[in-house]
């Protein structure tokens, strides 16, 4: 018994069909998760292109760093919520020894907000946040385990944001 040419033919058909239509499918439905990450990249560039921040370290001492942020892009900053930290800090020095100590400071304490280059600042129990065009002062204190800040030390601090947005500076601890 042999299959006749009609009888292949049309299974061969068949396949190819299948096969076609397996594989446009496939391409059509990578497309629309190409087209969704492309969406969703476009929305997060545009949410942190937003948000500029600078960072000033404005003194540094044995046992401590005063910092200041500055907002100047149009997204507003938000530090805190009730207890709990926003954003962080990420200090690094060279101790005494010549060894790098790094750590990360969510128990920094905002000192002031106020609106950039004047006079005018807010009650920072209740301005929790940095607005477009606004700057905090930051004071943030060594670990208790932490060995002292020796002078001529290079200090680098950076400032991450909720949201991603970030602003690194470095200073030296003065004699």
């Not at 059509?28 to 921040?53: A, D, G, P, Q, V």
């Not at 106020?114 to 209740?126: L, Y």
């Amino acid at each position: 018994m042999s299959l006749s040419i009609p009888m292949i033919s049309s299974m061969l058909l068949t396949f190819t069909v299948v096969i076609t239509l397996s594989c446009s499918l496939f391409i059509l439905i990578e497309w629309f998760e190409l087209m969704n990450l492309m969406n969703s990249i476009e929305s997060y560039n545009e949410e942190h292109l937003n948000t500029i921040l600078v960072v000033e370290i404005t003194g540094i001492n044995s046992n401590g760093i005063n910092v200041t942020i500055r907002n100047i892009g149009s997204q507003t900053v938000f530090l805190r919520r009730d207890s709990f930290s926003w954003c962080s800090f990420i200090v690094s020095y060279r101790d005494s020894n010549g060894v790098w100590r790094s750590f990360l400071s969510d128990n920094y304490e905002i000192v002031t907000i106020r609106i950039c280059n004047s006079n005018i600042s807010f009650n920072v129990s209740k301005h929790k946040y940095i607005s477009p065009n606004e700057e905090a002062l930051f004071k943030i204190n060594l670990p208790s385990n932490y060995p002292p800040i020796p002078p001529n030390s290079v200090v680098v601090v950076a400032f991450a944001s909720r949201n991603g947005a970030y602003a690194i500076s470095k200073g030296v601890r003065s004699t």
